[in-house]
Structures are given as C-alpha cells and as structure tokens.
C-alpha cells in the first residue's frame, strides 16, 4: 500500500514538473509576442519596497497591461520577481511584456537634467533646483555657511563650490546627491589646475586659487582675455594694490544690491568682499567659476605688465599699464555713457 501510494506520488511529482515546464516554455513565448496595449510614451515609477504583485496590479490600472496573469507568472518563473529596481521608466510602442521584465530589472531608469551656469551663485543655484519636483528637496539652509554644514563640506562656504555643468538624475534622488556630485567634479578640476599652475601665479592655496577664478569669470566677457585678466589681478597682488573689482562688492551687498553700484558701496569697509577698501582677496568665491578661469587663474599671462582694464561695451576690455592711460581709456569707453562709472 506505501509502495502503490509512493508511486503514485511520484507520478503526481513528475505530471506537475512537466506541466510547470509547460507553463514555463508557455509564458516564455507568449511574453515574447504579447505587445503592450501602448499608443504612446508612458512614464511609470516602481516605488520602494514594492513586490512583483503590486507593480502588475499598478500596471493594470495604468492600462499598461491587459494580462496580469502573463505578466505576473512569466515574471515569478523567470525569476524577474527578484530582479525589479526602483526607479522611473520610459515606456515605448511596441514593447512586449518580456521587454518590460527586462526593463524594469534593468534599473535603466529616466534621467533627467538640472544646469548649472558659470557665474552663478548659490540663490541662482536654490532657485533652479527648488523648481525641479523631480529632485527631492532635503535641504532647508542655503546659505554658503548652512549648506557647507549641510554637505559636510571641508570648507565652511559653500559658494562657489560646485562645477558649473549639466547633471543628470533619477527621480527621487536628492538636491544633496547632485551638489555632492558637482563638488567632487570641481575639486577635480581644481586640483589637477593647481598641480598645472605657472611660476608666475601668486595664489598661495587651491582654495585661493578658486577665489581668483571667481573674479575672473564675473569680469570675464570675452573667453580668450581670460587669462590676461587674472594676469591684471596676480599683478596687483604682486604689487600689493587693491583688486579693486566690482563683483566681489556686489557680491558681498548680496540682496541688498539693486543694480546701483555707488560710491558708497565702494567705500563701505564693513563688506568684507569690498575688495576697493580691503587688501587682497576676498575671503570666499562669489560665484561659480568655469574650468577656463580656473586654469587662468593657474596660468595668468600678463607679458606687457598691465595694471588696469576697462570695459569696451561689447565685451572686451581695454588694458592700460599706467593710471594715465587707464584714465584716457575710462573717457573714451565710459564717460561718455555713464558718469559715476567705477573702474579698475
């Protein structure tokens, strides 16, 4: 009776492992050919700590599937129920429900783009990521001191630390995750500048170095005159002048600037980046500085010994050796168009 009941089971054992690699073979290739219900590009999110069964009733009511008893089973025999990875995907016409599986293990998921520019300082960098709802928002401090502190940064100003660049990111990654992301892209970048950086440059520290590149990209119109600008500024600092630049006192007014640089402001001694009264160079960046200032501030070139610059209007800068002709430069560029013009 054991030995017929044994047998019996056996046979039972061998019916159901020939009908499961049936139902394998089965779902197999009817995945292959079953093309999704899709007549155009649809965007679907697997959120965290979902499990194969509630991605396919979610699918369902997305009208992404119209067998959840394909999708599901050919995902459990192929062992895809282990595979799935969080994540935002993209969705095409003609795609089979093999080729969901497969995308949806993939963790090939939508990138999407935020920008930073040269030039821009952590306001224009708050408002850009904050208008992004596909980067979640963990940061609460934007100040240069709070956001150091927030990112554990190892300085204690944020501003200026980021490369400015374009930067890709999945949904539900973090404005944290990005900033990170372009802070080591700029510390690279700064580095291998200071390994390259001239006899001639007086930055004492790649943190000054950066300081300098800043300066350089605010008053920098025209790409190739980047290099003799920081030229100017190293000069300077060799003589121990004033930089005398007008970014660095806007900077420093922060909000309270409403496009009217004055007299005042030039000789207000309390704005520690009032770089008309204060010898030097400012205490931080104020802006985000390109790859290019950064190494003009590495390289300076200044062979003819300027000491001064204006700007043309279209760009360019006039550069003159003495205040004389400095002067002379001011009335024909500036005077005529602007009479409390600051120059340098």
């Known amino acids: 009776m054991i030995g ?6 056996l046979v039972l054992a061998l019916l159901l492992t020939i009908m499961a690699g049936v139902l394998f073979y089965w779902a197999s290739g009817k995945a292959k050919d ?3 219900p899709l007549t155009g590009e649809q965007l679907f999110e697997v959120l965290p700590g979902e499990t194969l069964n509630r991605v396919t009733q979610r699918l369902v009511q997305a009208e992404v599937i119209h067998h959840p008893h394909l999708f599901y089973w050919t995902g459990r025999l192929q062992g895809y129920d282990r595979q799935i990875k969080v994540g935002e995907y993209r969705l095409t016409q003609g795609l089979t429900v093999m080729g969901l599986l497969e995308l949806l293990s993939s963790g090939q998921s939508v990138q999407h783009a935020v920008k930073m520019l040269e030039g821009w300082t952590l ?4 408002a850009v990521f904050e208008s992004e709802p596909r980067l979640r928002q963990t940061l609460t401090d934007w100040s240069p001191q709070g956001l150091a502190k927030a990112l554990n940064l190892p300085m204690d100003n944020a501003e200026g630390q980021f490369y400015p660049d374009t930067y890709f990111f999945s ?3 973090t404005d944290q995750d990005v900033l990170l992301q372009a ?3 700029l510390r690279e970048v700064v580095a291998d500048a200071w390994e390259g950086r001239s006899a001639e440059a007086l930055v004492k520290s790649p943190e000054e170095l950066l300081i300098l590149a800043s300066i350089v990209e605010k008053e ?3 790409p190739h005159e980047r290099p003799l600008i920081a030229g100017v500024f190293n000069e300077r600092l060799r003589l121990g002048m004033r930089l005398q630049t007008d970014p660095t006192v806007i900077y420093g007014l922060g909000r309270e600037f409403d496009g009217n640089l004055t007299r005042k402001h030039l000789r207000d001694t309390d704005n520690p ?6 010898p030097g160079l400012p205490p931080g960046p ?3 500085a390109s790859e290019a200032a950064i190494h003009a501030a590495a390289r300076p070139l200044n062979p003819e010994g300027y000491l001064f610059f204006v700007a043309k209007g279209d760009g360019s800068h006039a550069f003159s050796k003495t205040l004389q002709e400095h002067n002379r430069a001011v009335r024909d560029y500036q005077l005529n168009r602007r009479q409390d013009y600051r120059s340098h």
Request: charged share 25%; no cysteine.
């Open 286 to 288: 104020v802006a985000l």
């Open 171 to 173: 949904k539900g990654m």
């Open 4 to 9: 017929r009941l044994f047998k019996w089971l």
């Open 220 to 222: 920098t119109g025209q």
């Open 273 to 278: 980046y009032n770089t008309y009264s204060i």
């Open 123 to 126: 306001w224009e960098i708050q």
């Open 183 to 185: 802070h080591r892209r």
């Open 34 to 36: 079953e093309v999704l």
